[in-house]
Protein backbone atom coordinates (compact mmCIF):
# COMPACT_ATOMS: atom_id res chain seq x y z
CA UNK A 1 0.00 0.00 0.00
CA UNK A 2 1.14 3.46 -0.45
CA UNK A 3 1.94 5.68 2.12
CA UNK A 4 -2.02 7.79 2.01
CA UNK A 5 -3.63 5.26 0.06
CA UNK A 6 -5.60 2.62 1.35
CA UNK A 7 -6.64 -0.85 -0.47
CA UNK A 8 -10.54 -0.41 -0.50
CA UNK A 9 -12.41 1.90 -0.78
CA UNK A 10 -15.59 2.65 2.45
CA UNK A 11 -18.89 3.94 1.84
CA UNK A 12 -17.81 7.69 2.44
CA UNK A 13 -15.02 6.98 -0.07
CA UNK A 14 -17.34 5.30 -2.51
CA UNK A 15 -20.15 8.69 -2.05
CA UNK A 16 -17.15 10.86 -3.48
CA UNK A 17 -16.38 8.75 -6.03
CA UNK A 18 -19.79 8.85 -6.88
CA UNK A 19 -19.90 13.04 -6.62
CA UNK A 20 -16.41 12.91 -8.80
CA UNK A 21 -18.89 10.83 -11.52
CA UNK A 22 -21.50 13.56 -11.10
CA UNK A 23 -18.98 16.67 -11.75
CA UNK A 24 -17.96 14.98 -14.67
CA UNK A 25 -20.86 14.18 -16.70
CA UNK A 26 -22.33 17.63 -15.77
CA UNK A 27 -19.41 19.42 -16.56
CA UNK A 28 -19.56 17.34 -19.90
CA UNK A 29 -23.10 18.53 -19.85
CA UNK A 30 -22.19 21.99 -19.74
CA UNK A 31 -19.86 21.56 -22.48
CA UNK A 32 -21.78 19.55 -24.73
CA UNK A 33 -25.15 21.24 -24.22
CA UNK A 34 -26.99 24.73 -25.53
CA UNK A 35 -27.03 27.19 -22.63
CA UNK A 36 -30.26 28.07 -21.57
CA UNK A 37 -32.43 29.01 -18.52
CA UNK A 38 -29.22 28.59 -15.59
CA UNK A 39 -26.55 27.43 -17.65
CA UNK A 40 -26.81 30.60 -19.80
CA UNK A 41 -27.18 33.27 -16.48
CA UNK A 42 -23.98 31.39 -16.02
CA UNK A 43 -22.85 31.46 -19.33
CA UNK A 44 -23.55 35.51 -19.27
CA UNK A 45 -21.27 35.94 -15.64
CA UNK A 46 -18.35 33.62 -16.59
CA UNK A 47 -17.68 31.59 -19.45
CA UNK A 48 -19.22 28.25 -19.55
CA UNK A 49 -16.05 26.56 -20.53
CA UNK A 50 -14.83 28.12 -16.76
CA UNK A 51 -17.21 26.38 -14.85
CA UNK A 52 -17.02 22.95 -17.23
CA UNK A 53 -13.13 23.34 -15.68
CA UNK A 54 -14.11 23.54 -12.32
CA UNK A 55 -16.81 20.82 -12.24
CA UNK A 56 -14.15 18.94 -13.37
CA UNK A 57 -11.38 20.14 -11.10
CA UNK A 58 -14.00 19.45 -8.55
CA UNK A 59 -14.46 15.88 -9.85
CA UNK A 60 -10.71 15.03 -9.93
CA UNK A 61 -10.11 16.18 -6.31
CA UNK A 62 -12.71 14.62 -5.16
CA UNK A 63 -12.13 11.13 -7.25
CA UNK A 64 -8.25 11.60 -5.70
CA UNK A 65 -9.88 11.72 -2.36
CA UNK A 66 -11.92 8.63 -2.66
CA UNK A 67 -8.79 6.76 -2.62
CA UNK A 68 -7.22 8.60 0.56
CA UNK A 69 -6.92 8.11 3.74
CA UNK A 70 -7.85 11.44 4.17
CA UNK A 71 -10.61 12.51 2.29
CA UNK A 72 -12.60 15.01 3.60
CA UNK A 73 -10.30 17.95 1.18
CA UNK A 74 -12.36 16.00 -1.30
CA UNK A 75 -15.79 16.32 0.93
CA UNK A 76 -14.75 20.35 0.96
CA UNK A 77 -14.38 20.89 -2.55
CA UNK A 78 -17.96 18.99 -3.94
CA UNK A 79 -19.47 21.09 -1.04
CA UNK A 80 -17.62 24.61 -2.35
CA UNK A 81 -18.85 24.34 -6.12
CA UNK A 82 -22.07 22.79 -5.20
CA UNK A 83 -22.54 26.17 -3.05
CA UNK A 84 -20.96 28.20 -5.29
CA UNK A 85 -23.37 27.01 -7.95
CA UNK A 86 -26.34 27.44 -5.56
CA UNK A 87 -25.41 31.20 -4.65
CA UNK A 88 -24.96 31.70 -8.67
CA UNK A 89 -28.53 30.15 -8.71
CA UNK A 90 -29.76 32.61 -6.17
CA UNK A 91 -28.41 35.49 -7.55
CA UNK A 92 -29.73 35.05 -11.09
CA UNK A 93 -33.06 34.07 -9.48
CA UNK A 94 -32.90 37.78 -7.68
CA UNK A 95 -32.11 39.04 -11.27
CA UNK A 96 -35.42 37.12 -12.74
CA UNK A 97 -33.34 34.56 -15.16
CA UNK A 98 -32.86 31.27 -12.88
CA UNK A 99 -35.86 29.44 -11.79
CA UNK A 100 -36.49 29.19 -7.85
CA UNK A 101 -36.32 25.54 -8.05
CA UNK A 102 -31.80 25.82 -8.85
CA UNK A 103 -31.40 27.62 -5.43
CA UNK A 104 -33.48 24.16 -3.65
CA UNK A 105 -31.75 21.80 -5.93
CA UNK A 106 -28.08 22.76 -5.72
CA UNK A 107 -28.45 23.58 -1.71
CA UNK A 108 -29.76 20.24 -1.24
CA UNK A 109 -26.82 18.61 -3.30
CA UNK A 110 -24.79 20.73 -0.89
CA UNK A 111 -26.50 20.13 1.96
CA UNK A 112 -26.57 16.27 1.69
CA UNK A 113 -22.46 16.16 0.87
CA UNK A 114 -21.82 17.85 4.05
CA UNK A 115 -23.87 15.55 6.06
CA UNK A 116 -21.73 12.72 4.10
CA UNK A 117 -18.85 14.36 5.11
CA UNK A 118 -19.68 14.10 8.80
CA UNK A 119 -20.40 10.32 9.25
CA UNK A 120 -18.01 8.12 10.77
CA UNK A 121 -17.25 5.39 8.27
CA UNK A 122 -19.10 1.99 9.89
CA UNK A 123 -17.10 -0.90 11.49
CA UNK A 124 -16.11 -3.74 9.03
CA UNK A 125 -18.77 -6.96 9.72
CA UNK A 126 -19.02 -10.07 8.56
CA UNK A 127 -16.97 -10.40 5.40
CA UNK A 128 -15.75 -7.19 5.36
CA UNK A 129 -14.28 -7.68 8.65
CA UNK A 130 -12.45 -11.09 7.73
CA UNK A 131 -11.16 -9.35 4.22
CA UNK A 132 -9.51 -6.10 6.63
CA UNK A 133 -7.82 -8.83 8.90
Not at 79 to 103: E, M, Q, R
Not at 114 to 129: C, F, K, M
Request: negative net charge.
Amino acid sequence: MIHGFHRRIGYRDSFLAAFAAVDFVYAAWLLTGEPSGTTAWFDAVVPIHFWAAAWVAVGIVCLFHAFRDDNLPGFYAAISIKVVWGLGCLFGWVLGDVPLSSIGIWGFFAWSVWRLSGWPEPAPVGEDRDRDA
